[in-house]
């Protein structure tokens, strides 16, 4: 089974040589603890680094403080972006999020709790520095993720393929011919694997930062600060390299299921924890193959920026008319 790490450069229209064919967007990728923006060209699907921005965001801060830091980053590439004629803003955020809408319904006292049934785009415009209205979209991040992975590999061939995020949660999209699939029995509902039944809990218990800490501490008793602590000890402590073993092995028996309903041919990992998959990558290959999968395995190096470019494609008006009446689910 092959491992391709994606190239950080995007593919390009060799008939798109100058930034004045361009098509332009803001992609906007918001994490857990970050927001990220830069200015997309999405005939050429690259972003235009010098554009680039991003900041920390305490998400459990009040509303003024969060919706200051995402305007503040926005800003800072409004204004790297110039004499551009951009086109609009597409939002890579996560759930619960009415996307169709554009209504955050992130539960009070959790995660962007401040935020609980504000209207993004409304709130949010006064503060921008543009002249210009920017219509904004939404799409759920893990989404975003995949349609930016899968469109930055579309020449690589892959119809069908499984992006997974492994992070904070269990983000995942499945992707055919670049659009998400989240209606059908070959996937579960909405396309999310997070809450799909897993042992004592679901799966975002255990392929997940909380999972992989937790499983530490069941063999030895110490709380880890995180993943890359545990990366850092696997050479030297054999509870550590048991934990990593565990996660591959319990990660593909858990995929495999869902890899051969939905006739994938390519897996895609990101999100912090792939960055660890020197660590569970063997033991996940073994599982796959335990269970009669032998398909490509790529490693993102795109992270957030696959997240910029995927949440971007919403202005791209192909993909736009596919996926606008599915965007509650997205």
């Excluded at 390009?12 to 603890?33: K, L, S």
């Amino acid at each position: 089974m092959a491992i391709i790490p994606n190239s950080d450069s995007a593919t390009t229209d060799n008939n798109i040589i100058t930034p004045n064919n361009g098509i332009y967007v803001i992609g906007v990728d918001i994490g857990g603890t970050h927001i990220s923006s830069a200015v997309v060209d999405i005939r050429q699907k690259k972003i235009l680094d010098h554009t680039y921005a991003t900041s920390h965001v305490a998400n459990l801060e009040p509303y003024d403080v969060i919706m200051e830091t995402w305007a503040n980053t926005l800003n800072k590439t409004i204004n790297a972006s110039h004499n551009l004629d951009v086109q609009g803003i597409g939002f890579a955020i996560p759930g619960p999020f009415n996307y169709k809408k554009g209504i955050a319904l992130y539960p009070e006292g959790f995660k962007y709790g401040a935020l609980n049934e504000v209207k993004v785009e409304q709130d949010l415009t006064p503060l921008l520095m543009t002249s210009k209205c920017l219509p904004i979209r939404f799409m759920n991040d893990a989404t975003s993720f995949a349609v930016g992975e899968a469109w930055l590999a579309e020449e690589e061939g892959f119809k069908r393929q499984l992006c997974i995020t492994l992070g904070t949660g269990l983000g995942a999209g499945f992707i055919e011919n670049g659009i998400p699939v989240v209606n059908g029995s070959t996937v579960p509902p909405n396309g999310c694997l997070w809450n799909v039944p897993y042992k004592d809990g679901m799966a975002d218990d255990y392929f997940s930062t909380r999972g992989c800490i937790n499983a530490y501490h069941e063999r030895t008793g110490y709380t880890a600060t995180g993943v890359k602590e545990l990366t850092m000890l696997f050479k030297s402590d054999p509870r550590a390299k048991q934990m990593f073993e565990a996660f591959g092995k319990d990660l593909g028996d858990f995929l495999s299921p869902w890899i051969k309903k939905f006739g994938a041919d390519a897996l895609v990992m990101g999100g912090n924890i792939s960055k660890s998959y020197a660590c569970f990558g063997h033991a996940l290959q073994s599982s796959l193959n335990e269970n009669g999968i032998s398909i490509p395995i790529r490693i993102s190096n795109h992270m957030e920026k696959g997240a910029i470019i995927g949440g971007a494609r919403v202005f791209d008006n192909h993909f736009w008319k596919n996926v606008k009446h599915n965007l509650p689910e997205l």
